[in-house]
């Protein structure tokens, strides 16, 4: 069963995409913030991370800086309210780019994408 991180200061889109992804038969943890994230992929090893952009104290596209540089293969799925970030050069390092919607169907088409394309670890 493939784990997912979700990083969202919202807590109704921790919820709503926890319930969703474990329906769909995801395990799933969450992290309201950027706090410590690194040390928590370290402990959970997530097989793919959703980043939120615009946290409160945290920048998301800083965020997956940090995830590259220590997790380079880890799939980073950029999950935004605004399109406008897709322009920032920095979310070029995201694997894929989705616009938040409560219609999750895009958000689980790139998490299986994200899955299927991994590199096996060695």
Known sequence: MAKILV??????????????????????????????????????????VILDIKMIDYNGLDLLQKIRNKFYNLPVILCTAYDTFKEDIKSIAADYYVIKSFDLTELKNKISMALDARVPSS
Not at 22 to 41: F, P, Q, R
């Open 7 to 48: 990083v969202d200061d919202e807590e109704h889109i921790r919820l709503l995409y926890s319930e969703e992804l474990s329906e769909a038969g995801y395990e799933v943890i969450t992290a309201a913030d950027g706090y410590k994230l690194i040390e928590k992929i370290e402990e959970q090893k997530p097989d793919v």
